[in-house]
């Protein structure tokens, strides 16, 4: 699971997870809905919700917490079935706790009433905010959702239906986004032309759904039928299951791939490549890139530690648990520097019976301040190890992410400011390896759509939104 977002760990975090259900079988969509979430927590710890549409009546339950706390035992009992249920866990910066924000974010119109739950960053939020905002729209929150709400709800006005209300939507709004929509009779799913964040669809029984990652669909019992595609929308109604599907430029669609290397669950399958298999590669392609010499393999946990077994595989030296984990340590923890550093130490203590002695590699996801990396180095050498060779299954963050994933600003990121080696010195590790970007990309080879590698390469397929040039580095961002 990933990091927990009130600790501000200096971790890479998603942003959020959607699922839709439209019911076909006399389902319970509100319990099938909140098992999903379950599914999708890794996602987002900061707020959850449900939104349940009962004969076109819209009932929602949301609230700030991880979906135990939102839904405590037997509350979910509170809300009416129906046909139709979208379901939101979200993840946001300590900076931006606006409840205001939660999801599903339900809004009435002249047509109705329609339940929004999106996964993504809209680029161009601003330019088509102020033109809604001149227009007389007063806007409760600063989330994508209201935003896609009020320009279909705009757009709804000037056309015959729902669908080509969301089809102009999905053409004014740029960036990553990939959504769910209840509407009174229908359910609706889309996914930016870029196809940034990951949205697939599955049968349960008769019943249509979608959610953000596969796994979901293991765990409440669905199978899997495909992903959706980069621009496209899908409808399920009385009448059945329609595809929409925008032109798209393929050489441009670009899946985030750091959703294989940290924010995916390892039993997912995006895009037609299983997470856990990528990761697997990740670790055997750092092996064929830094073939150390060492007696013991371990990884970070938690995303670490397939790398790491790709790695034991590739290179024959045996993997072991470097790392204990204290998994009960959760959002209750602040954000200052003090309480940062507590969280560090309590978090993750090394198994010094392991570790002893050895000459070890030890492999993390990603670096992003250097922070996380230095103590990792530290606990090891304190429990012991000889040698410590740090190898990173991802290369290094040039870049902040504009479509999703709340990556440190530019001046944050270590390696814009130091050389690897220069990082090695300052964790205090024997050595220091990064996975090469087309090293990376071949483990992902066979995925079905382009990928993003923007924030390691600084170039990007996408239009970056005009808000973030105001930065000095605004001219040597590349444009693919
Ligand atoms: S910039 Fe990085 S984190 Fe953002 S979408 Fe692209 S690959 Fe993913």
Request: charged share 25%; aromatic share 8%.
């Amino acid at each position: 699971m990933k990091s927990v977002a009130f600790t501000s760990d200096a971790k890479a975090h998603d942003e959020c997870g959607v699922f839709g259900i439209y019911n076909s079988d006399g389902l319970n969509v509100v319990e099938i809905c909140h098992d999903a979430l379950y599914g999708l927590q890794h996602r987002g710890h900061i707020s959850a919700g449900i939104t349940v549409n009962n004969a076109e009546s819209f009932y929602t339950q949301k609230g700030l917490g991880m979906v135990s706390e939102v839904f405590p035992p037997k509350s979910v009992e509170k809300l009416p079935n129906g046909m139709i249920a979208v379901g939101h866990v979200r993840y946001t910066s300590i900076q931006n706790l606006d409840q205001a924000a939660n999801q599903p974010l339900v809004l009435r119109y002249k047509e109705g009433s329609i339940a929004i739950a999106v996964n993504g960053s809209i680029t161009n939020f601003p330019q088509i905010r102020k033109v809604l905002e001149r227009g007389g729209a007063i806007f409760q929150s600063n989330s994508n959702a209201e935003l896609m709400a009020y320009v279909i709800a705009t757009e709804r006005c000037s056309t015959d239906n729902l669908e080509d209300a969301v089809i102009n939507c999905m053409d004014k709004l740029k960036g990553a986004y990939s959504a769910v929509i209840c509407a009174p009779t229908r359910l609706i799913a889309l996914r930016d032309r870029h196809g940034f964040r990951p949205l697939c669809v599955g049968k349960l029984r008769n019943s249509w759904v979608f959610a953000s990652e596969s796994c979901v669909f293991d765990s409440i019992g669905a199978e899997f039928v495909r992903d959706v595609e980069p621009g496209e929308m899908i409808v399920v109604d009385r009448e059945g299951f329609h595809s929409y599907k925008a032109r798209v430029d393929r050489e441009k669609t670009s899946m985030c791939l750091f959703e294989y290397v940290y924010v995916a669950r390892p039993d997912s399958v995006i895009d037609g490549v299983s997470v856990h298999t990528a990761r697997i590669r990740m670790g055997e392609m750092l092996y064929s890139e830094y073939p150390l010499d060492a007696d013991m393999v371990c990884g970070v946990p938690d995303s670490g530690i397939i790398a790491a077994e790709g790695y034991a595989r590739a290179s024959g030296i045996p993997y072991g648990m470097g790392f204990m984990k204290n998994k009960y340590i959760g959002r209750k923890v602040g954000t200052g520097m003090d309480k940062k550093k507590r969280l560090m130490q309590t978090k993750l203590t090394a198994l010094k019976s392991n570790v002893e002695g050895k000459r070890i590699i030890v492999i993390d996801d990603s670096i992003i301040r250097g922070e996380t990396s230095k103590h990792i180095v530290h606990l090891l050498r304190s429990a012991g190890a000889k040698e410590v060779h740090m190898l990173i299954s991802s290369p290094p963050f040039v870049s902040p992410c504009y479509f999703g994933i709340d990556i440190s600003d530019r001046e944050s990121l270590i390696a814009n400011k130091l050389t690897t080696e220069q990082i090695r010195e300052e964790i205090g590790a024997d050595t220091l390896g990064y996975l090469s970007v087309e090293g990376l990309r071949k483990t992902v080879e066979g995925a079905q759509f382009g990928l993003c590698d923007g924030c390691f390469t600084n170039s990007f397929s996408a239009d970056i939104p005009s808000v973030f040039f105001v930065d000095k580095y605004a001219n040597k961002i590349n444009k693919k």
